[in-house]
């Protein structure tokens, strides 16, 4: 079974920044996508990026482009989400999700491709 432990959320004011971090553990599966999600109170969840198992391809929802950037490490098992000129419209609960993927540059676009859920973490951004 996979683990998936989120941190790093908060509270923050408009134009602020914060920094996700999600770390994997357990009965990992490799290769790998790793990706966020966030769902707002009253709408369902929606993607806010991904990457894929290499680290060297990523996806943004068109909302959060240009202003927050997803990283991995190089041991493939912690992602990292930097969110910069939050928006109140950015708050929610961030949930860190992983998927086994057939190959390492597979770019995973959808919630139906994660397997494994972390609890989620909450990210308020105040106007």
């Known amino acids: 079974q996979v683990q998936l432990v989120e941190s790093g959320g908060g509270l923050v004011q408009a134009g602020g920044s914060l920094r996700l971090s999600c770390a994997a553990s357990?009965?990992?599966?490799?290769?790998?996508?790793m990706g966020w999600f966030r769902q707002a109170p009253g709408k369902e969840r929606e993607v806010v990026a991904t990457?894929?198992?290499?680290?060297?391809?990523?996806a943004y929802a068109d909302s959060v482009k240009g202003r927050f950037a997803l990283s991995r490490d190089d041991a493939k098992t912690t992602v990292y989400l930097q969110m910069n000129s939050l928006k109140p419209e950015d708050t929610g609960v961030y949930y860190c999700?992983?998927?086994?993927?057939?190959?390492?540059?597979?770019?995973?676009?959808?919630?139906?491709?994660?397997?494994?859920w972390g609890q989620g973490t909450q990210v308020t951004v105040s106007s």
């Open positions: 999700a992983l998927g086994r993927v057939r190959a390492s540059n597979y770019v995973v676009r959808s919630a139906n491709g994660f397997e494994y």
């Open positions: 357990g009965r990992t599966v490799s290769p790998n996508a």
């Open positions: 990457i894929t198992y290499s680290g060297k391809t990523t």
